[in-house]
Every structure is written in C-alpha cells, then in structure tokens.
C-alpha cells in the first residue's frame, strides 16, 4: 500500500507527515486532544471555519440521531422484531384491539441504514483525525496554515474531486450500496410468502435449499442452461456480426453507411417492442406459421415457443432470435476494428497465394478476437444476466413439471424475477438467488480477465 | 484472364444477393410492425403479414384514448418530465464522476474503481425490492422517485465517458496550469468545451432510457393510477395486465410503439458514430 500512495504523490501526504503516530497527535495538545471528542474542534480554533463547523454540525448530528432513533434500530435489528404473530391486545382505554405483528421488511431497512450511517461516521472521524493531524503537522513544521479562504478555494482545485463526487456518491450509497447490502442481509432470513411482515434470522438455510434443499432441482439445470445460453448467444452474435461486418467492408459494395443503417435499425427500436412483436409473430397460430402453411412447407403450425413447446425448440428460437437482435451491435464494434486492421499483412498473405478463407481465419479473425476480448467478456457476463430477451419473448416457458417456478428457457436472472413476483414470493430465497448469480458473475470475470492478461504477457 | 473478370464479378453479385437477402431478414419484422399498427383489429390477434385492410383507427383511439383505460398522452407527458429531469441530473452526474476518474489523482481511486466493479456484478433485480421499499417509506413511490433512482444509478455508469477523458491528452491540462488555472479552470474551460460529442452521447442515451424501461418504472409506478404511468411500462400494462399477450389491445399497442420508436430510432441512427466509439474505446484499454 505505502509504495502505491507515492505514485499519487500530488496530493498526498508527506513522509514525515505520515510519520506522526496518533500518541504523537493525541500529546500535542489540549486541543488537539479535544478534536477527538468534539470533532472540528482543532479547526475551528484555527480560524478554518467551514471544515470546523461541517465535521461538528456532522458530529452533533449524528449523535442526535443515535440517540433518539440509531440505537433502537439497532437493537431491533438483532431480533427484527420480537412480536411475530398477529395478537389481540388492550388500548390504553381498555378496548380489545389487535396489534399487528413487527414489520420486519421495515426493521431491517432502518437497520442497514444504521450500520451504513454509522460506517459513513467511522470515515468521517477518520477524516477528522487526519485534518487534525495535519494541523499539529503544519504547527510543528511552523508552516502556514490555510485560512478558511483558502480552504474552500482548495475545493475547486487540489480536492475539486471531493466537490465533483459528494453528490454522485451519495446517490451511488442510496441507490446502489443500500439496496444491494439490504437484500444481501433478506438471504439470511425466512422473508417469504408464509412470513410476509414479521420474519427472522435463519441464517444459511435459503442458500441450503438452493444447493441441496427444494431448490436444487431447478438451480443447477437451469444454471446449465443459464451458461449454455451465455456461450451461445455471445458466440453466434460475435462470429455473425464480424462476418456480416466483413461483408459490408468487402471490396466492391458500395453504400457502405446506408448498409450499415438498415441492419443498426433493428437494435435502435427498443427491445419491448421487438421482442414482444416476435412472440406474436412466432406464435402457434402467428404471421410465420400462417407463412410457411401458406407455401406447403409445412403441413401443422411449428411450436416455437408455446407452454408445450420441445424444451430444445424454444431454446433454439430464442438464440435465433437473439442474433438477430445482437448482430447489429457486434457487426458496428467489428467495422470499427476492421477498418483499423493493418492491411500489410494481409497483402502479404494473398501474395504468398492464401485464399479468403485461410486469409480470414489466420489473420482477420485473430486479431479481431484479440481487441474484442475485455467487450467480449462484458457481453458473456451481459447474457448471463440477459433479462428482457427470454422474459419478453418466452418469459421462461415451456413448462418443466420437475421445476419449481422456473421454465426451460428461464435464466438465473428471470427465475429471480418469478421467485419474487410469482406466485411463491419466496423473496429470501430470491435474494440468495442473486448473491450466487453474483459469485457465478464474478468468478467467471476474474478467471477471464486472469487468462488474458496472461495472454498479453506471455 | 477473362474468366478471372468474370469470377471477380460472379463474387459482386453473390455478396449483393446475400447482403440484400439479409437486410430483409432484418428489416422484415420491424417492417411488419409497422404494418400491424395500421392492421383492422377484431380478435385482438394478428396473424397475417400484409393487413387486409388498412386503418388509422389504432393511432386515433390510442391518442384520443377512446376505452378509458390507457391514457397515452398522459404517459407521453409523464415520460418526457421523467427523461428531462433525468437527462439533466444524470448527465451532470456522469460527466463529473468520469472527469474525476479519469483526470485526478487521489488515494480513494484505485478502491474506487475495483469497489464499482463488484457493484457492477450483483444483478439489477436483487436491488428493485429493496429500493421499492426505500421509496416507500419515504413516500416516493412516485414519477420524483423515478427521476432519483435513473440519476442515483448513473454515478456508476462512468466507463464510456471516463474512454472519452481518457483520450484528451493531459498536456492541454498542464499547459492551462502553468497559465495559472486550477483545476475547476481547466474542467470548465478546456476539458469541458472538447468533450460536446461525448456529452451529447450521454445526455440522449440518458434521454432514452426512461422511453424503453418497463421494470423499474413497473414496480415504482405498478400500484398508482394508469395516468402516473410511464410510456414503456403502459405500453405493457396494454399487453400484459388482460389475458396472456393476445388482447384486445394489442393492435393499439403496436401503434403506440411505432409512436415512441421513431423518434428513438431516429436518434439512434444519427448517434452510431459515438455509440461505436464508446464501446471501442473501452476495448481498447483492456
């Protein structure tokens, strides 16, 4: 850590700053050692005003909070609510009421709210303590001490990233990190259908059902297919894009941007419209079969994607479907990297007499593979978590007796999605759902992003 | 060497063919779409290519709002206060966050970056339950409520834009320093100015977004009134809230679509060039 803090060097701490311990703070003096306690203190009594009243207005602030909702949060937190059941009970004038059992869903936002708050407190004394060391630093050294004036201009340049960052942090805290944290502590509890206001601590038992419990029987298949899909849908749509890419860059085509346009069309129009529009259109009693009936080439409606569709139809329609939907895409990132392949090379190849084919496969399509690699992964671990194309067009059918609320073509990511707004509400179940569909997510990037680095190295 | 010409021209005529025979595969459905909107609806089922016969009735009662029950115009407005608000928050949110990625340099960066990255993982689901109980219990479950959660997410979605910085080359910022500038100076004054194109990418991807989301709005939204509705998630409450997708409805729907498609499409098209330089440019660095 230490040797990469030197890199930053600009707006980092010097080495003798950094050497004060804080015995060497806490024994420089009265008010210094009062800073620890009442925070902003030290920087007050230099005349830095704004920093000094901000981290005591922030100290003063949160203490109120602790105290007046803080710590019964807190403490509710460790039994999310000691009243389960509905009871009935006496008002304080003695008529029979019922009293509704402790919302736990609300318990245990206010409680993850606690702990987050308190952790932005933590860093916040941190800050504190190290404004104050600075301070003891500059009085030792008998350097100047910025005023309050040159304190806020700072603002606007050696820490302008504090100022650019405060509003888009605190949305990341609120609408990311809250929510995320949240429903990583609901895969430790019972919060389903049957415990839908009051529920507890259960520890691991959802992630047992998933692994080895109820769920089992539909985790792991579907999570085969999830990866089968993945594979699938990014190969086809990588391959298919380069090579209608190569197409349109051929010699001789010409209209090479109007070519591009129609194809760029398809993925402009937004996916509710065309993925709903497919289903219609692959219907039993759809446009296509009514097509292909009309020609004789077939003598009954095709299946496609029906509740009794064959599990490998409907799958194979939804690739299908999903090239057409991915090639554009992948077709628009290849052109650019065409255009910017050297063109020796290849000249040199044809010269020694190779054809396309042997041109393309030793030499195009390596080097494509190459750039595309890191937006490859990106799209691999995308259709891992490719929602809209199987829930609007199939939305997990057919049907699979041996699954529990879950499809043929149902991924990890819409199987989550029928957990919650099924018809089981097992939401504690869902959200251990998402934290493996993290680890699968996770360990697949940190594997591929291994590999390549190495291929980069080596 | 004549059969070579020739051979060379055969090959013409074979890519033309199959260039041509692709662009309709691709272009036939969102053709039919078009079509469907102006089809005659009885069964609420279309299973034919070219309509019998033509009618502009689904584009008159989706906007006149005929039934009662969809009322288009008001999602109309209710998006566009949604995508204005959102576009102007998200993208003041995106261009500072990226600038500050890409050209300061401060301890909590590196942390930073690897800390977005593991956020990036977790799948967007997980988080809608918790954060429709966040906004309800601070009553938020409204079109405000939507605007926060479309800007409270775009403080991760830096990478494009944090490419784009990353490409300015740092010489202009020294040189504007030794000129006596800080740094919000040269933010403002220099960097800003030559960032239009990726600023304008990021406002008009902002901007779409609300047009296309049915989930998020679905959930925020799902038990208010039709007329607090956005368009994408009305548009799906057309086809999904009746019986199965065949409804009634859904020749309407289709029309609806062909209403908010255009002008995306139309943005889309003119923003190709910024689309593929974002993506390559995050290819590129590995």
């Known amino acids: ?458 | 060497m004549k059969s070579y010409a020739h051979q060379r021209l055969l090959s013409l005529v074979g890519r033309y063919a199959l260039l041509i025979f692709l662009a309709i595969v691709w272009l036939f459905p969102i053709v039919w779409i078009v079509l469907v909107s102006f089809t005659k609806n009885s069964t609420g089922f279309v299973d034919t290519i070219i309509p019998d016969n033509f009618t502009i009735d689904n584009y008159v009662s989706l906007l006149k709002n005929e039934n009662g029950v969809f009322p288009f115009v008001n999602w109309l407005v209710n998006t566009l206060i949604v995508s204005v608000l959102s576009t102007i928050i998200s993208t003041l949110i995106i261009i500072m966050m990226s600038y500050v990625l890409s050209r300061l340099k401060f301890a909590f960066r590196k942390p930073f970056l690897q800390i977005a990255l593991v956020l990036g993982m977790f799948p967007g689901f997980m988080s809608m339950i918790a954060l429709y109980y966040i906004l309800k219990s601070f009553n938020m479950l409204s079109i405000g409520g939507l605007v926060m959660v479309y800007a409270g997410g775009a403080g991760l979605a830096f990478y494009i834009a944090k490419g784009f910085f990353d490409t300015i080359p740092p010489s202009i910022d020294e040189a504007a320093k030794i000129d006596g500038a800080n740094k919000w100076q040269v933010f403002t004054n220099i960097t800003l100015p030559l960032s239009k194109p990726i600023i304008v990418y990021t406002a008009l991807m902002a901007f779409i977004a609300p047009w296309t989301d049915f989930i998020f709005s679905g959930i925020i939204l799902g038990n208010n009134d039709s007329k607090s509705f956005t368009i994408a998630y009305g548009l799906y409450t057309m086809v999904f809230n009746s019986k199965g997708s065949a409804t009634t409805y859904f020749t309407q729907f289709i029309a609806g679509c062909v209403i908010i498609a255009i002008p995306i499409t139309l943005l889309f098209i003119f923003m190709q060039k910024f689309y593929v330089n974002g993506i390559t440019a995050g290819a590129d660095k590995g």
Do not use: C
């Open chain 1, 1 to 458: 850590m230490a040797k990469k803090r030197k890199i930053n060097a600009e707006s980092i701490v010097s080495e003798a700053e950094r050497h004060l311990s804080i015995r060497d703070v806490w024994n420089a003096g009265s008010a210094e050692k009062l800073t620890f306690f009442i925070m902003g203190f030290n920087q007050l009594k230099h005349k830095q005003f704004a920093k000094g009243a901000m981290f005591l207005l922030l100290e003063i602030a949160f203490l109120g909070w602790l105290a007046f909702s803080g710590i019964s949060a807190l403490s509710l937190l460790t039994t999310l609510g000691p009243n389960k059941k509905m009871t009935t009970g006496l008002d304080k004038d003695g008529i029979p009421v019922t009293i509704q059992p402790d919302n736990s869903v609300i318990i245990l936002l206010w409680g993850v709210l606690a702990i987050l708050i308190i952790a932005a407190f933590i860093v916040l004394f941190i800050q504190n303590y190290k404004s104050n060391k600075h301070l003891v630093y500059l009085t030792q050294t008998g350097q100047h001490i910025p005023s309050n004036k040159e304190e806020l201009a700072s603002l606007l340049d050696s820490n302008l990233h504090k100022t650019l960052m405060a509003v888009p942090l605190l949305g990341v805290f609120l609408f990311t990190i809250l929510p995320t944290l949240y429903m990583i502590t609901m895969a430790f509890t019972n919060y389903n259908k049957e415990h839908a206001i009051a529920f507890s601590w259960t520890g691991f038992t959802s992630f047992g059902q998933i692994l080895s419990g109820n769920l089992a029987g539909t985790f792991f298949p579907v999570l085969i297919w999830t990866l089968i899909w993945a594979v699938l849908a990014t190969a086809t749509t990588f391959l298919g894009g380069v090579l209608l890419a190569m197409l349109i860059e051929s010699k001789g085509i010409k209209g090479k941007g109007m070519w591009r346009t129609i194809f760029v069309i398809v993925f402009a129009v937004p996916q509710f419209v065309t993925l709903l529009l497919m289903a219609q259109f692959l219907n039993t009693q759809g446009a296509l079969n009514n097509l292909l009936m009309d020609w004789h080439i077939i003598s009954e409606p095709i299946k496609f994607i029906t509740t009794d569709s064959n599990a490998w139809v409907s799958r194979a329609t939804v690739i299908v479907v999903n090239m057409w939907i991915g090639i554009p895409v992948s077709m628009l990132t290849s052109t650019a990297i065409i255009q910017n392949l050297p063109q020796d090379q290849i000249e040199a190849a044809r010269i020694d007499g190779a054809n396309s084919f042997r041109i393309f496969k030793s030499i195009t399509f390596p080097q494509i593979l190459f750039v595309m690699t890191p937006a490859l992964i990106q799209q691999f671990i995308g259709n891992i978590n490719n929602f809209n194309v199987i829930y609007l067009l199939t939305g997990g059918w057919p049907m699979n007796a041996n699954y529990n609320s879950a499809g043929e073509t149902d991924l990890l990511v819409t199987w989550l999605y029928k957990l919650v707004f099924g018809q089981t509400q097992q939401y504690n179940v869902a959200a251990a759902l998402g934290i493996l569909i993290f680890i699968v997510n996770a360990s697949i990037s940190l594997i591929a992003y291994r590999r390549t680095n190495a291929f980069k190295e080596g």
